[in-house]
Structure formats: structure tokens, C-alpha cells
Nanobody
Framework: QVQLVESGGGLVQAGGSLRLSCVAS??????????MGWYRQAPGKQRELVAR???????NYADSVKGRFTISRDNAKKTVYLQMNSLKPEDTAVYYC??????WGQGTLVTVPS
């Protein structure tokens, strides 16, 4: 069973930066073969894809974060990162890490006051 643990959320002023991390752990899985993704869910809204990185390292982004967010992965550390710059109040949400099709982390809250 795989566990995903996110960290790095917090309160940041508009225009600021945060880096989220998601560490995968467990038995009998190979992190390197999985696509990884960051999703977010704002209050009263559906969960949405923020960024995804393939097993080969190719990223793609939601239009709303292009040019501001960067997803990366360190396979040796079984970790995926989300560097978030130029944060806006509309980025406020719980951010979730996803591995493959079904594995989710518990989420980390990012708050950007207006």
C-alpha cells in the first residue's frame, strides 16, 4: 500500500511563493513508473488538476497556473514538488498529490488572502 504525504502549505501574501512537496512511501511499488499530479480543491468547488508530470518527466499545467507554477520530481527521493510563484487569492485551496490513477495524499492547505 502506498502512502502520499504532502507538506509545504501555509499562509502567504499575494505575490509570494510556496513550494509543496509530496513524498511517496510503501511496499512493493516503483515510484519512477508513475505519472504524478497536483490537484486542488477550493471551498465549494470541484477538485481540479493543477499540474502533472509524466514518468518520463514531461510536465503539463492548467492554464490558470502556466508561467507561475512548476512541477518537478526527484525519483531517488520518491518526491514530487510544486513550486508556486506569484500566488493569487484564487490559488487558495487544499492541494492534493496524486500518484497514478488512484493514490491520493491527505492534502495541504494553501491560503492567499485577498
Amino acid at each position: 500500500q502506498v502512502q502520499l504525504v504532502e507538506s509545504g502549505g501555509g499562509l502567504v501574501q499575494a505575490g509570494g511563493s510556496l513550494r509543496l512537496s509530496c513524498v511517496a512511501s510503501g511496499n512493493r511499488f516503483s515510484f519512477i513508473v508513475y505519472d504524478m499530479g497536483w490537484y486542488r480543491q477550493a471551498p465549494g468547488k470541484q477538485r481540479e488538476l493543477v499540474a502533472r508530470i509524466t514518468s518520463g518527466g514531461s510536465p503539463n499545467y492548467a492554464d490558470s497556473v502556466k508561467g507561475r507554477f512548476t512541477i518537478s520530481r526527484d525519483n531517488a527521493k520518491k518526491t514530487v514538488y510544486l513550486q508556486m510563484n506569484s500566488l493569487k487569492p484564487e490559488d487558495t485551496a487544499v492541494y492534493y498529490c496524486k500518484m497514478g490513477l488512484n493514490a491520493w495524499g491527505q492534502g495541504t492547505l494553501v491560503t492567499v488572502p485577498s
